[in-house]
């Protein structure tokens, strides 16, 4: 009987240590597979990282190149309008008249405000007395050129 339960005993232990050793690898594989899915995240965010260093250096170069344009442009701008304003300079020191006049047409809307910010070579024959206003510009040449009496979508 003493054997029988010493047996039993065994029987019991040996069951409890073949319990913990599938435990254990249980925890190892679990373990292993924590470990990978770590790594894979860890390799995701690396190559987020690196897409994202990609995207700072793109969008400097396309700030880069949007300012060099914008410069460019406000540039040619600012010649065109002190062309501008020494052509009518000089038509008016040597009295070549100004071109004829678009037709009179019906009255217009008009904001003298932002027709004068909008066209800075209009802005400036105001200033050197060659026109009285904005509107007188507009409707003597503005008009004629295609500029627009208004801010919004062209006419």
């Given at each position: ?22 435990a254990?690898t249980a925890?190892d594989a679990?373990?292993?597979a924590a ?16 897409a ?10 396309l700030?880069t ?5 914008e410069?460019?442009r ?7 309008q ?25 009255p217009?809307?008009?904001d ?10 209009a ?9 009285e ?23």
């Open positions: 009987a003493a054997r029988a339960a010493a047996e039993a005993s065994a029987e019991a232990s040996q069951s409890q240590a073949s319990a913990a050793v599938a254990r925890a679990a373990l292993v470990r990978q899915e770590r790594d894979a995240a860890l390799a995701r965010a690396a190559a987020a990282e690196a994202l260093e990609h995207l700072r250096e793109a969008h400097a170069a700030t190149a949007r300012n060099t344009t410069f460019a406000n540039l040619a701008q600012a010649g065109v002190e062309l501008r304003v020494e052509l009518l300079r000089l038509r008016a020191e040597f009295g070549v008249p100004l071109a004829e006049p678009a037709p009179a047409g019906p217009v809307p008009f003298e405000d932002w027709y004068l910010a909008t066209y800075g070579d802005k400036a024959a105001v200033k050197a007395k060659f026109f206003s904005g509107l007188d510009h507009y409707l003597k040449h503005g008009r004629a050129e295609g500029r627009q009496p208004l801010p919004g979508p062209a006419a």
